[in-house]
């Protein structure tokens, strides 16, 4: 019994390893075409980088493009109203490609049997602040998961199918979320 504490503890601080410490500076909350939540994604911004985590659920199972958009806005059901991939620097698609990537390419989102999945990524090409990348310019921005995996080249979309999800990045109220 004496050990318990030091397991309870290790564990508690195993699982918050790769999150980022306080409350996200923005957050989006992830919409399938019904209207229904299906995951929420929480933004941070440090001399690292963005931090991205997304958490997702009612996704089917497997690997899926999960992408920055260049618009802040997701109407149902294609979710069209996104545009491209956030790309300011005019660059190909694809965090493989030798011409790219855009600034919104972010790696798959892998998605377990369970409809169940996440993404931890750290990018150092947008913003959250002002400036020429940032998220926040005049037009918003959003996150969208797409229904086929992104093969991380083929330039626009790394050919990864239809809008399955998206939720408009927001900065963040002053009350703590859970993620």
């Known amino acids: ?5 030091l397991i309870v ?5 195993g699982g918050c390893a790769t999150m980022q410490a306080g409350s996200p500076q923005a957050t989006a909350d992830l919409k399938n075409a019904k209207g229904e939540a299906v995951g929420t994604v929480g933004l941070w911004e440090d001399a690292n980088g963005v931090r991205i985590a997304a958490h997702v659920r009612g996704i089917l199972a497997g690997r899926h ?3 920055i958009h260049a618009v802040g806005k997701c109407d149902p059901p294609d979710f069209m109203t996104a545009a491209g991939h956030y790309n300011p620097g005019g ?10 990537p855009h600034a919104g390419d972010l790696p798959n989102l892998e998605v377990g049997a369970d409809g169940t999945g996440g993404l931890e990524y750290v990018t150092k090409l947008v913003t959250l602040g002002p400036g020429p990348t940032s998220l926040f ?11 086929n995996l ?5 330039d626009p979309t790394g050919n990864s ?7 408009v990045i927001t900065r963040a109220a002053a009350a703590p979320r859970s993620y």
């Not at 019994?1 to 504490?5: A, D, N, R, S």
């Not at 660059?91 to 790219?100: E, M, N």
């Not at 310019?137 to 229904?147: C, K, Q, R």
Request: a negative charge; aromatic letters at 2%; one cysteine or more.
């Open 137 to 147: 310019d005049g037009d918003g921005s959003a996150l969208v998961i797409h229904a």
């Open 9 to 13: 503890l290790g564990v508690l601080l």
């Open 91 to 100: 660059k190909k698609h694809g965090l493989r490609s030798p011409d790219g």
């Open 1 to 5: 019994m004496k050990g318990l504490p």
């Open 161 to 167: 199918g239809g809008r399955i999800a998206c939720g």
């Open 150 to 154: 992104d093969d991380d080249v083929t």
């Open 65 to 67: 493009g999960f992408h």
